[in-house]
């Protein structure tokens, strides 16, 4: 995605964050912020590792991760991310202006908040209490309950019913360390929930960091669930509660997420995989059935299996040695 910006030269922005520049950067004029797979002739990026290698844009790099890039239009940085956040606080980005509408057929309560910039479908229900912020796009036959919070962007589908506390569209957890310190990354992205979806009550999605964060056709997610920025999850999926997905996650179609799921960051799941309960998911799925963790048995035999388990390399160990005599 392109999030466009006040045009500035790629000299300015670097003299700004007190950052050197390479010849082939001088005089460019940047016009638009982007992933560094979007990057292209106007745009700003960053990069942090040799895997990519675009071939236009304005990066802002290591010196020894531009050496290998076939692109030379370098602004150079010791800590490419967080000067690529800096950036982001110094640029004026460009607001598309959204005409408001709201369908006369829709009912929205006068105790709402609703931005005049927002586009709300034909039977769609809007809740006392509900906060919509500018932009936001609402589907025929939605019903938004009471006390739901959806921030600037975001897109909700047709039919879907977002239960009461929902929040859609927060801030992403997205922070960078430099020189000891945690410092926010400003998240461009937005939200987008397709039709027939159902968003428990207190559940969280965020937005996303440079792209946006995307709920598919007829997903189910139970209440009190946590949706990270920039997680992608696949038509007719089901989350029970209390489960959290970490950012960058891609979900398949047609999976079962149990309750009390935790997902780690940046893994992807196949479509129709199943996780039971409880479980901790840290690599990438294939088609199946999954389970971790231990359930609940009597206090006396957790103890004694969890000691044999802190015991058990030194057993092997042993066993080893005798083989070896």
């Known amino acids: 995605m392109h999030y466009v910006i006040e045009p500035v030269t790629a000299d300015q922005l670097a003299s700004a964050l007190g950052l050197d520049i390479s010849n082939e950067a001088k005089g460019q004029q940047l016009n638009a912020v982007t992933g560094i797979d979007d990057v ?4 700003l990026s960053y990069l942090t590792s040799k895997k990519n290698s675009p071939s236009d844009g304005v990066i802002i790099t ?33 607001e598309s202006k959204q005409m408001g509408h709201i369908d006369a057929k829709a009912r929205v309560s006068g105790y709402a908040i609703v931005d005049p910039s927002c586009i709300i479908g034909p039977n769609a229900v809007i809740e006392p209490g509900v906060i919509l912020g500018p932009g936001v796009t609402v589907g025929a036959g939605t019903f938004v ?6 921030s600037s962007g975001s897109q909700i589908g047709k039919n879907c019913y977002i239960d009461m506390g929902a929040v859609i569209g927060a801030q992403g957890f997205g922070f960078e360390k430099n020189a000891g310190a945690w410092y926010q990354l400003r998240h461009l992205g937005s939200v ?6 159902y968003i428990g009550a207190l559940t969280a999605i965020d937005r996303g960091f440079l ?36 950012g960058s996650v891609k979900i398949g179609a047609d ?70 005599d």
């Open 40 to 43: 292209g002739t106007g745009c």
């Open 145 to 150: 309950a009471s006390g739901v919070r959806i």
């Open 211 to 246: 792209k946006n964060t995307e709920i598919g056709m007829g997903v189910k997610i139970d209440n009190h669930c946590q949706i990270a920025h920039n997680v992608s999850i696949g038509s007719h999926t089901v989350i029970a509660g209390f489960s959290a997905i970490a």
């Open 255 to 324: 999976c079962v997420i149990a309750g009390n799921v935790a997902i780690r960051d940046h893994v992807n799941i196949a479509d129709g995989v199943v996780v039971t309960g409880g479980s901790s998911v840290a690599t990438d799925l294939e088609r199946g059935i999954y389970s971790s963790g231990m359930h609940a048995i009597e206090n006396r035999k957790w103890l004694r299996n969890h000691r044999q388990i802190l015991q058990l390399n030194d057993t092997i160990q042993r066993l080893e040695g005798k083989l070896n």
């Open 192 to 197: 987008k929930i397709a039709d027939e979806c």
């Open 62 to 94: 290591k010196p020894d991760i531009a050496m290998s890039m076939s692109c030379q239009k370098i602004i150079f940085s010791q800590n490419p991310r967080y000067d690529f956040s800096r950036a982001l606080t110094l640029l004026q980005f460009v």
